[in-house]
Each structure stands twice: as structure tokens, then as C-alpha cells.
């Protein structure tokens, strides 16, 4: 940071380079930080419990068209009278070993249900904490709820399932 004074008519100036971040500037920052934060706490998943076992189901772009696609196909089973028949397959982890599982029409919409309430639920904690941040009036209440909201520890835990699921995403393109 370089710091310059100037004399112009008298008057004394001075300046900052590179310039300090506005409250705005701050702000967008931080916003930046709780998408990627949502955004990678979406795409690792969530644990659901199928017939006495907790398995956790991958939610990525890929799977999210994969649900989408099938709630059409159970709700054309239903559309056409064979709900009883209605049958999907999904993959389950338990650890790092893989389980195909077999869901009835009933048990796929409570999966699906449960995928949608997980997802709501991540952007909605992304909407109170950006709630949150926009309340702030300077840049020190900014900085205040930053460490109240533990949003460097979440990124941080955030960055670490980045890497973990080997995701192509970064704070920087949210």
C-alpha cells in the first residue's frame, strides 16, 4: 500500500493505492464467500437413512438433473396407474463403499423430498448470513460478524470438501 501527498493551490491532498475497500466492497466479498460456502455445502450431498441405514447420497449438478428426471418418471407412473409398480434405483454410500438401492414409488418421494428440504435448508443458512452481513452499517460491524459468524472457518471447511470431491469451484467465480 503506497501512501502519496500533493500540493495543489494551497491545498493539501492525499491518497491511498491501492484504494481501501468500500463498506460495498467489503460486503461483496463477503457474499462471495457464503455462496461458495452454500454452493459446495449443496454439492457434497447429504446423509439420509433407508431401512435402518444412514447412507449419503452425492447431490452435484449431475445427480440434482438425475432426481429432477425421476420425480417425471414416478409422477408418469402415478399419471398412468402403476404406482405399485413404480420402481428406482439410486446409489447409497456407507464410507467409501457404494450400495445400489432399490426405492418403491413412496420411499423415492420421501428420498426426493428430503433432497429438496437438504437444499432449501443450505440456501437458506446462505440467505440469513448474508442477512446478516447487509445489516452491518461499517466495515468494522462487518468484520465483527464475520468472526461471530465463523464465516473464514466455514470457507475454510468448505475449501477442504473442494478438495476432497476434487469440485472445479473457487470463491473467486461465485
Known sequence: MAFSLKFDDKKLSTSVWPPL???D???SEIYKKI???TTVNILNGFDYEFKGTTYHFSFDSEDQSNFTQEQIRATKAVADGKKDEYVAYWRGHVGNKAYTLQFNYDEF???LMFSGQNKSQQLGTGWVLKDKIAACKTKLEVDEMVKTLQIDELE??????VDELGLAIKVEDM
Open 156 to 161: 475454510r471447511a468448505a475449501r477442504d470438501i
Open 21 to 23: 475497500p468500500t463498506l
Open 35 to 37: 455462496n461458495f460456502i
Open 25 to 27: 466492497d467489503k460486503k
Open 109 to 111: 418421494i420421501d428420498l
